[in-house]
């Protein structure tokens, strides 16, 4: 991997391939949780789970699959958590 952007899209991938194998997540189904005002490069998924304006503007259409919370609520994430399709959290 070069960058940011390549290990964050490796770690997705791995996430999502547990989630349908192990956990058991029917096919297409996965979510990844994740913070707002994140900074993960500017891939079209990374910029999926971007909450910055000018990252996202003129971009679109965007990968599905994210649930953002504000960084630092607990409670947020522990409400997210318990969708059974969550594969992960990247923070």
């Not at 899209?9 to 949780?33: F, H, M, N, S």
């Not at 699959?65 to 630092?72: E, L, M, R, T, V």
């Not at 409400?79 to 959290?89: E, K, N």
Request: hydrophobic fraction near 35%; charged fraction near 20%; glycine fraction near 8%.
């Amino acid at each position: 991997m070069n960058t940011g952007a390549e290990g964050d899209e490796t770690a997705l991938k791995l996430c999502r391939k547990w989630a349908y194998k192990v956990k058991g997540i029917p096919v297409d189904q996965a979510k990844i949780v994740c913070c707002e005002n994140n900074f993960h490069g500017r891939t079209i998924t990374v910029v999926s789970m971007s909450t910055d304006p000018q990252a996202r503007q003129d971009y679109g259409p965007f990968t599905p699959g994210f649930i953002i919370i504000p960084y630092n609520d607990l409670n947020a994430l522990e409400r997210a958590l318990q969708d059974p399709t969550v594969a992960g959290f990247l923070v």
